[in-house]
């Protein structure tokens, strides 16, 4: 008889393992649109498997026999119940070393993960890593203070995080008014009293006091090192980079073309202009409310948060998502 238990494991635990070498077989069971929308990526190539939890509830044999045998399983779901009841079909049949997600899908989609990028001159810069949404954030810390730079809306991580390093959140900086994902700056605002620095031209009118980040103005951390802003109008007319002084740290980049953006209009590159205007596929329609909900023009309760912020990154042009659907959300 097989006593073997499901255990649960975090979306940290997974991000870690994901990163080495990861010798489990992952198990969807979120239902096939769900797992074609948005499925879990790592550095490494493993076995991933879409098996709907509903297989095993209709016939639980013909699931498990779908499961490769003796192998480590690690499952996924939407929200955690249904990985749970699916391990513990696996484990009542023979199977040794089963986890489950816990929160599922959804704490995949908000986890952070902290890197040292730099520590020079009393302050160190910190990525903070979003695998579920391909993007990453910034912590700076100098003493007792840390900005966040471009912070998602999990910020009682970033919270957490730079309470461990003896220092409290005082500044949050926007690179631009975000549309693939709800940013934190608002919540961190009315949480810890922190100054939001973005553009006047994106967040113009804004349902929140901000301080505008006009070209070449200058912010600090306490003693800390200068915060330069600079405009750098391209992936919206209002994004800005972040220069840290004694390092020379970018905090963002032109990054993509949009349409009817009238900065890459010049003579000579209109043809090419004309083209990308052409070939862009449309953005998710989930894209427009996170950008009201950036602005402080829309509230949302937390569970439609969660599903529209579930999703990769498809803020510019790419093949991913390619009919313009954004995780559980449709067009």
């Not at 905090?251 to 003579?267: D, G, I, Q, S, Y």
Request: aromatic share 10%; with cysteine; glycine share 10%.
């Amino acid at each position: 008889m097989n006593d073997s238990t499901a255990f649960m494991y975090t979306a940290n635990e997974l991000f870690d393992w994901l990163c080495g070498e990861p010798d489990f077989v992952l198990l969807d069971v979120r239902n096939e649109k769900d797992f074609d929308n948005f499925a879990i990526e790592g550095p490494h190539l493993l076995p991933y498997i879409n098996i709907p939890y509903y297989d095993f509830i209709e016939d639980v044999d013909g699931g498990i026999s779908l499961v490769p045998p003796g192998r480590k399983i690690r499952i996924v779901c939407a929200k955690e119940g249904s990985a749970k009841f699916v391990a513990d079909q696996l484990t009542e049949h023979g199977f040794t070393d089963v986890g489950y997600l816990e929160g599922g899908i959804v704490s995949w989609g908000n986890m952070l993960a902290a890197k040292q990028v730099i520590a020079v001159d009393g302050f160190e810069l910190y990525q903070m890593i979003r695998p579920g949404k391909a993007s990453c954030s910034y912590v700076l810390i100098n003493g007792k203070e840390a900005a966040l730079f471009d912070p998602s809306r999990s910020v009682e991580v970033y919270h957490d995080f730079v309470a461990s390093k003896g220092a409290t959140i005082v500044k949050t900086f926007e690179t631009h008014r975000q549309a693939d994902y709800i940013s934190g700056s608002p919540q961190a605002q009315k949480e810890f009293g922190a100054e939001i620095i973005a553009s006047g031209i994106d967040f113009k009118a804004a349902g929140f006091p901000f301080t505008p980040a006009t070209d070449q103005a200058i912010s600090h951390l306490a003693d800390g090192p200068e915060i330069k802003a600079i405009h750098t109008p391209g992936h919206t007319l209002g994004s800005t980079c972040y220069l840290i002084a004694g390092d020379t740290i970018f905090m963002a980049t032109l990054a993509e073309v949009k349409k009817n953006n009238v900065a890459f209009h010049f003579v000579h590159e209109r043809m090419f202009a004309q083209y990308v205007k052409d070939n862009l596929r449309p953005q998710p329609a989930v894209y427009g409310d996170i950008r009201k909900i950036n602005g402080g023009w829309l509230e949302v309760s937390e569970d439609e948060q969660n599903e529209m912020d579930l999703g990769k990154n498809e803020c510019g042009a790419s093949n991913y998502g390619k009919v313009g659907v954004s995780a559980m959300r449709e067009s």
